[in-house]
């Protein structure tokens, strides 16, 4: 069984910054794709950065330069790094697996991310 648990979340003033971790455990292909999705009250949820097994970083428009995924594939991990956080920001905050070719997509919990003005 595939697990994803996300920490880092909490209250930041604007400006400020906030690193998002999320560790998967469980079988799964080496070969995937490890992202950051959220959701805010009312919205659709949306990618905001996504990170292929060989390192490609894909970012949302309104993160870019702002925000920075990473990965440590020997830990099964990915990162996410926001700095000059707005308010705009303000989501629950999903890490998402998605390996390649398998048909099966999984994600995590969710950890809630507030951006005060």
């Known amino acids: 069984q595939v697990q994803l648990v996300e920490s880092g979340g909490g209250l930041v003033q604007s400006g400020g910054s906030l690193r998002l971790s999320c560790a998967a455990s469980?079988?799964?292909?080496?070969?995937?794709?490890m992202g950051w999705y959220r959701q805010a009250p009312g919205k659709q949820r949306e990618l905001v950065a996504s990170?292929?097994?060989?390192?490609?970083?894909n970012y949302a428009d309104s993160v870019k330069g702002r925000f920075t995924i990473s990965r440590d594939s020997a830990k099964n991990t990915v990162y996410l790094q926001m700095n000059q956080l707005k308010p705009e920001d303000t989501a629950v905050y999903y890490c998402?697996?998605?390996?390649?070719?398998?048909?099966?997509?999984?994600w995590g919990q969710g950890t809630q991310v507030t951006v005060s003005s």
């Open positions: 469980g079988r799964f292909s080496s070969l995937n794709t």
């Open positions: 998402n697996l998605d390996p390649l070719l398998s048909g099966a997509n999984y």
């Open positions: 990170i292929t097994y060989g390192g490609r970083a």
